[in-house]
């Protein structure tokens, strides 16, 4: 486990989740009047959440936790940006929509709950987390042991095999798993303003323009085998493994084009290919 490269991310998020909200206009009036950020992938693999309690994962700023929270979640979140738990708590007090968000490395987080006691119904993750994660097996164990017996975990996620390609999306340039850890000086980038409308469904505002991260990022690079055996390993059983030829919210590479609903995928011409990839895994009683 790099803790020492998480603590550099973290240092990067906080000034990239700036970034990302100065783009996106009244979130809090946008939840407040039955807006949801969430796609419809995660809404099929979590099923009915109403009731239930929901951990989720590196939330961000809390917009999906949120809307979550709306459909009748009692939600709990966990992110290690300093930046970005502010803002979920101040969106959750102005949008009136409950949720519990806390400001941990998710690792540590983690084992603390556990040694608590805490268990939750569901333990949700999506799009862009498992990069950051430098030891997956004690992920996986931590999700399973904060999982009441029967509760699930559900993951959306941009497929790995996007991080072998270039920025054209056409040809090889990279290694596939392993937990390869890949530094870059330019940090986390703007990709609200990248992707525009279809991460601002508050609406898209200007915002920071030419965002420059001053801190750089560490990401791990997992295969799709590894995380799926990961949770196998701790105990989890998985009941789904879907693959999708498109990535919600995110224009992965040049030459991919908007097909509506904030989904991207190559251009007419272009092959189909694994852009993301969802999976529901169960603690057995």
Same mark, same amino acid.
Request: with cysteine.
């Given at each position: 486990?790099?803790?020492?490269?998480?603590?550099?991310?973290?240092?990067?998020?906080?000034?990239?989740?700036?970034?990302?909200?100065?783009?996106?206009?009244?979130?809090?009036?946008? !939840?407040?009047?039955?807006?949801?950020?969430?796609?419809? $992938?995660?809404? $099929?693999?979590?099923?009915?959440?109403?009731?239930?309690?929901?951990?989720?994962?590196?939330?961000?700023?809390?917009?999906?936790?949120?809307?979550?929270?709306?459909?009748?979640?009692?939600?709990?979140?966990?992110?290690?940006?300093?930046?970005?738990?502010?803002?979920?708590?101040?969106?959750?007090?102005?949008?009136?929509?409950?949720?519990?968000?806390?400001?941990?490395?998710?690792?540590?987080?983690? $084992?603390?709950?556990?040694?608590?006691?805490?268990?939750?119904? !569901?333990?949700?993750?999506?799009?862009?987390?498992?990069?950051?994660?430098?030891?997956?097996?004690?992920?996986?164990?931590?999700?399973?042991?904060?999982?009441? *017996?029967?509760?699930?975990?559900?993951?959306?996620?941009?497929?790995?095999?996007?991080?072998?390609?270039?920025?054209?999306?056409?040809?090889?340039?990279?290694?596939?798993?392993?937990?390869?850890?890949?530094?870059?000086?330019?940090?986390?980038?703007?990709?609200?303003?990248?992707?525009? $409308?279809?991460?601002?469904?508050?609406?898209?505002?200007?915002?920071?323009?030419?965002?420059?991260? *001053?801190? *750089?990022?560490?990401?791990?690079?997992?295969?799709?085998?590894?995380?799926?055996?990961?949770?196998?390993?701790?105990?989890?059983?998985?009941?789904?493994?879907?693959?999708?030829?498109?990535?919600?919210?995110?224009?992965?590479?040049?030459?991919?084009?908007?097909?509506?609903?904030?989904?991207?995928?190559?251009?007419?011409?272009?092959?189909?290919?694994?852009?993301?990839?969802?999976?529901?895994?169960?603690?057995?009683?």
């Amino acid at each position: 486990m790099r803790k020492d490269l998480h603590e550099i991310n973290r240092l990067a998020w906080n000034e990239a989740t700036r970034a990302h909200n100065s783009h996106k206009a009244d979130q809090a009036r946008f !939840l407040r009047e039955g807006g949801s950020t969430l796609f419809p $992938e995660e809404l $099929e693999l979590l099923g009915d959440v109403r009731g239930r309690s929901l951990l989720h994962l590196q939330c961000n700023a809390g917009q999906d936790t949120l809307s979550l929270a709306a459909r009748g979640a009692r939600v709990t979140g966990v992110d290690i940006s300093d930046e970005a738990i502010a803002f979920a708590r101040q969106l959750s007090a102005e949008s009136g929509i409950p949720g519990t968000f806390h400001r941990a490395d998710v690792y540590d987080w983690l $084992e603390e709950a556990a040694a608590r006691g805490e268990r939750f119904d !569901l333990v949700f993750s999506s799009y862009g987390a498992i990069v950051w994660l430098s030891d997956l097996r004690t992920w996986a164990d931590g999700i399973a042991r904060v999982l009441v *017996p029967g509760g699930r975990f559900v993951l959306v996620e941009f497929h790995p095999f996007l991080a072998m390609l270039d920025e054209q999306g056409r040809q090889i340039v990279g290694d596939y798993g392993g937990g390869q850890h890949l530094a870059f000086e330019s940090g986390i980038g703007d990709y609200v303003a990248w992707a525009g $409308e279809a991460l601002a469904p508050s609406g898209y505002v200007e915002g920071v323009r030419d965002f420059v991260n *001053p801190h *750089p990022g560490h990401e791990f690079n997992w295969g799709l085998g590894e995380v799926v055996t990961a949770l196998l390993d701790a105990g989890l059983r998985l009941e789904a493994l879907r693959e999708y030829p498109f990535s919600n919210g995110f224009p992965a590479f040049d030459g991919t084009v908007h097909i509506g609903g904030g989904r991207f995928a190559p251009a007419e011409g272009r092959p189909r290919m694994p852009l993301m990839f969802g999976l529901s895994a169960r603690r057995e009683g």
